[in-house]
């Protein structure tokens, strides 16, 4: 007997799971996002939240988290929102402006 919530129905397009993959085995992109896809993927698979956080060691809000976002947002709801809070106080400084007009 399942117990909570039901799941989200979670079906990706060939073209979709294609992208997905490559991001999944890319070594350029940030970890983060890589996990994220890595979710997504498992999730299509069928795996339920508990299994996708045992085989990722994530805590299984944080699948239900990003398995939500990505049927709200879809592929641009796995990458980093801006976070709230105060702009930077340090500016950094532009490098000086040399004048060698006095040859």
């Not at 940030?30 to 994530?58: F, M, Q, Y």
Request: charged share 25%; hydrophobic share 40%.
């Amino acid at each position: 007997m399942n117990l909570g919530r039901p799941l989200a129905p979670l079906q990706l397009e060939r073209e979709q799971r294609e992208q997905l993959e490559a991001m999944a085995s890319s070594r350029s992109l940030p970890h983060g996002l890589v996990t994220r896809v890595r979710i997504i993927l498992l999730s299509a698979d069928g795996l339920s939240n508990k299994d996708i956080a045992a085989r990722l060691r994530l805590n299984q809000v944080t699948v239900g988290l990003w398995r939500r976002r990505f049927v709200k947002q879809g592929l641009t709801g796995l990458h980093e929102e801006l976070r709230s809070g105060r702009p930077r106080s340090i500016s950094f400084p532009t490098p000086p402006q040399w004048n060698f007009t006095g040859w």
